[in-house]
């Protein structure tokens, strides 16, 4: 009788057990990554529709307090001028919409020192102006706010604006703030931009509910500051079909301070034909919408709002899109429920739910 005894060299694995360990491992992370990314995704989601949601109440208690929304800026047209002045590195145009609603979004601090700064949003106080709370690191517009970013947003939450960038901003040059803090949601104004269409008094311009301008702009010497925008009157389409606030993957045109770069507009500018309205429904042939619109591989320098006399550097990229998985864009409506819109989405349905007054019959979504 024999006993076969254990060789007292092999205390490990063999290479070929190893390697099948190591095949098992890898199995189980290939099956458990998507999983896991689908949980962190829908975690975004979530924190996205909750912020939107946030923004949302804002605007509606900055109503009931003041009895009109903001304007998407609260002094000058898309004209992107200022008190005679063309925009520039720091005069670019008014206050955003945004900066009406901080002491709705617990940021009243921030609030204050822009009013008591800039002598209550009065005539030449401009958002990038050395007097608004500071220059370099201090300055209003370095601020970044969380409210303001989408989880799954993949870029920065600030631009640096510097001579030769590539990224679509108004700023240019090097002034002491340069690293601009951005937002992910913008206001939806309607239908065109007022350089699209040709003029500010076009059908077609100021169609949303926060319009760019004013309905009491008059002579941009001698109106009050700073000027509001519509009333919950006007959304005659119905408050839960109609958006207030939309996604935006807009990175250099996107400055949270600044009225010109915190709205978009449901068609791009790059549209070589316009809507129309035809029997209560628009008729979209050979429109471009603006949702899910912005640089691909083989047109990289594609535009969706061209921001007038702003030039080059003071267009958008991107209009309403985001990084969620699948395309899906949140948006946020005017009784302020919360949804999403995919980006293949009928785009006569999407035109009828960014107007407040055009008189679609369009479902509630």
Known sequence: MSFRTRDPRRTGFTLVE??????????LVGLLL???QAAREAANR???VNK????CLALQNFHDTRKVLPAAIDRYSATATTFNTNATATSPAG???????????????????????TNRFARGAVPFGANVLGVGSNHASTQQLPGLL????????????????????VLAGSPPYNQIAITNYKAMTGILTQSKAGSVTAPLTDNGVITLRSPKTGNFDTDSLPQYGQTMAAVRDGTAKTILVIESREAGNSAWIDGMQTFVVAVSDDSGALPSLVGGAWATNGVQSSLG??????????????????????NSAWGPSSDHAGGLV????????????????????FFAICTRDSGEATASE
């Open 18 to 27: 190893l390697l099948v360990v190591i095949a098992i491992i890898g199995t």
């Open 34 to 36: 998507p999983a896991v």
């Open 46 to 48: 979530s924190s996205c």
């Open 52 to 55: 939107m949601k946030q923004l």
């Open 95 to 117: 206050f955003s919409w945004i900066v009406h609603i901080l002491p709705y979004m617990e940021e009243n601090n921030l609030y204050n020192i822009i009013a008591s700064n």
């Open 150 to 169: 989408c989880p799954s947003y993949g870029g920065a939450g600030t631009v640096q604006m510097q001579v030769g960038s590539n990224l679509k901003s």
């Open 293 to 314: 619109y912005g640089p691909v591989a083989t047109a990289t320098g594609r535009v969706s709002m061209t921001l007038g006399s702003r030039g080059t550097l003071g």
């Open 330 to 349: 949140i948006t946020g409506y005017v009784d302020s429920h919360v949804s999403q819109v995919a980006n293949d989405i009928d785009p006569a349905v």
